[in-house]
């Protein structure tokens, strides 16, 4: 970068990492770098099997009696680039750009998710002159893809109770608390029977609003593999129909945009249709105003269509699981507690795939749901295994660290943080596991469309997080 970005530390480290590669799994480099930083620094280095670093910076003359602070960023990021970019990720560096007030990179991801957390980090552990208790930093990996690192860490590994985790996107947001989650694959075995003369059709439910099934789940927004269920049972209802095969959703960490059925008739039966559509319409209409129901009639022929046992078995199943908020926050009322999404079904030969996914801030809401959803399957003679999930962050009533992080900031700023549980998993849930007596909270500059190619961190709002974390690692 040819300008000079403050703080200088900070944005000279970011550009740093920028040369070396660092995708998930493939962070040998950048870890081996933290290493290296860490002995021209005479921190103490610790390096484990997966990567993972920990750096001890001793503190400052005079506060050897405070409380060992944890300062936490992951290594790895997203690595996309743009249809036309030959960049080579396991070698060539990100090229950085400035456009007004953010940092970019040209032609791909910029990774300042999670770079910033280290840059950050080894600004403050490599200048002598700042005022903090025992200090550590901790760098992990696999991040983006599994919390491979966070997981794995092992016990006795931190020395400090209070750790900042430098994830977050949001300047003056603090966050306090994550969701932990499961996945359920269900198997739902049909029978099949023979198709004779008749007419062919397929129902699109397509344009509803989506979004992240962690982040935008409170929306009330509609989900296509519902929605398309409803479609069936009222049709069904009216007229003879058989199902043929149906398909909804592409990934489980999304709300389904779309889906579509096909199906059989032995009659005509284009008005029945019709009522149906505009039925489903006038019911969506408030909270998914683009929603589209297209009927078309399909001239392939089919031999065999779902049994009536098993069209009528799918469409309970779909109808009663559960999809959307399960149960809100207690102490913060307009945060999710616990949710589910009914993401992806795909027929196949035997059986119709199912993926459910849920998410709860609270192991035992998480299990009373997934309970809940396994007495259904049950019901219907479904089949369905577990992932290995990840761990929910639980929220704490009482946080010295929280305190005192509110309280700084409102002194600088003249102005109150907000304070917020995210339906979206974090590290701080995955450590929490063999450090449960940790004091979290995460914070992190304000960055734009991570993850993708138009990815930006905001210059100014880095140089305010970062004059307020020194000033937290002072009065902690």
């Known amino acids: 970068m040819e300008l000079i970005l403050k703080p200088e530390r900070v944005f000279y480290y970011f550009e740093e990492i920028s040369k070396i ?25 610790y390096q484990d099997e997966k990567n993972n670093v920990v750096l001890r910076k001793k503190p400052f003359e005079g506060y050897e009696g405070h409380r060992g602070v944890i300062l936490q960023g992951h290594m790895d990021m997203v690595c996309e680039k743009t249809e036309e970019s030959l ?46 208790g025992p200090l550590e930093f901790l760098a992990t990996t696999s991040e983006e893809t599994d919390l491979g690192g966070a997981l794995f860490l092992k016990e006795g590994i931190l020395k400090g109770d209070l750790l900042i985790n430098l994830d977050s996107e949001d300047e003056g947001v603090i966050t306090v608390g994550s969701a932990g989650g499961i996945e359920i694959d269900i198997s739902l075995p049909i029978k099949k029977e023979p198709l004779i003369a008749g007419k062919n059709y397929k129902i699109k439910i397509l344009n509803l609003l989506g979004g992240h099934s962690g982040i935008e789940i409170d929306k009330n927004r509609g989900n296509a593999n519902k929605i398309l269920g409803e479609f069936l049972e009222i049709l069904k209802e009216k007229t003879l129909i058989k199902l043929v095969d149906i398909s909804g959703g592409s990934k489980d960490n999304a709300i ?53 046992k098993s069209f009528l078995r799918y469409l309970k199943v779909i109808k009663k699981i559960p999809t959307g908020v399960y149960t809100w926050m207690k102490e913060y009322k307009d945060v999710v507690e616990s949710s589910d999404n009914l993401a992806i079904v795909k027929t196949e030969k035997l059986d119709v795939k199912i993926i459910v996914s849920l998410r709860s801030s609270d192991r035992a809401i998480l299990e009373e749901l997934k309970n809940k959803i396994f ?76 993850h993708t190619t138009r990815e930006c961190l905001d210059i100014f709002s880095t140089e305010r997080v970062y004059n307020y974390l020194v000033e937290l690692l002072k009065e902690l």
């Open 21 to 45: 590669p660092r995708e998930s799994y493939k962070e040998k480099q950048i870890s081996d770098y933290l290493v290296s930083f860490g002995k021209i620094n005479n921190l103490e280095v």
């Open 87 to 132: 960049h080579d990720f396991g070698k060539d560096p990100i090229e950085l750009k400035v456009e007004g007030n953010y940092l970019k990179a040209k032609d791909t991801t910029l990774g300042a998710d999670n770079g910033i957390a280290l840059a950050m980090a080894m600004a403050i552990l490599e200048d002598k002159s700042l005022q903090h």
């Open 375 to 450: 007495a259904i399957l049950e019901e219907n003679n479904a089949n369905y295994e577990l992932s290995n999930g990840y761990p929910e962050w639980k929220f704490k009533k009482e946080s010295y660290l929280r305190e005192v992080a509110l309280k700084v900031y409102k002194d600088m700023y003249n102005k109150d943080m907000k304070v917020e549980v995210i339906h979206a998993g974090l590290e701080c849930g995955a450590i929490s596991q063999k450090y449960p007596n940790i004091d979290f909270i995460s914070i992190g500059p304000n960055m734009k469309n991570v």
């Open 256 to 308: 389904p945009v779309s889906s579509e059925a096909i199906i059989f008739s032995e009659e005509n039966i284009d008005e029945k249709i019709k009522e149906v559509v505009s039925e489903i319409k006038e019911r969506y209409a408030k909270i998914e105003s683009t929603l589209e129901v297209i009927p078309e009639i399909v001239e392939t022929k089919f031999n065999e269509s779902f049994s009536e």
